[in-house]
């Protein structure tokens, strides 16, 4: 993967048919930093943030799930974007409470 990403460098920025971006798929496959640092290295901050739209999973939960999970690739990706976990907590408990209020009508 690192001598494809290396000569391809655009595909990190694709997307297949399920609107999936390359390290979405290729985290889902099992990828580490070990194995791939070059790919999980190059994705953007931006794309750290933006869920896979399959599992609904950030990069980091993705490289945590499975067989095949990676502890370091685990700490490498949320340790470049710690605050998505504050901000998708913040997001979830609004929603809580959101659909307790809803329920209590």
Do not use: C, Q, W
């Not at 297949?16 to 790919?39: F, K, Y």
């Amino acid at each position: 993967m690192n001598d494809f990403t290396s000569k391809y460098p655009s595909a990190l920025f694709l997307r297949d048919e399920h609107n999936r971006l390359l390290h979405h798929v290729a985290l889902s496959s099992g990828i580490n930093m070990r194995t791939d640092a070059l790919l999980i290295s190059h994705i953007s901050d931006e794309k750290l943030v933006e869920k896979d739209p399959v599992s609904d999973l950030y990069p980091f939960v993705i490289a945590a799930s499975g067989e095949r999970s990676d502890l370091y690739t685990v700490y490498h990706l949320l340790g470049r974007n710690p605050s998505i976990l504050d901000n998708d907590h913040r997001r979830d408990i609004g929603n809580r409470r959101r659909r307790k209020e809803k329920n209590k009508e």
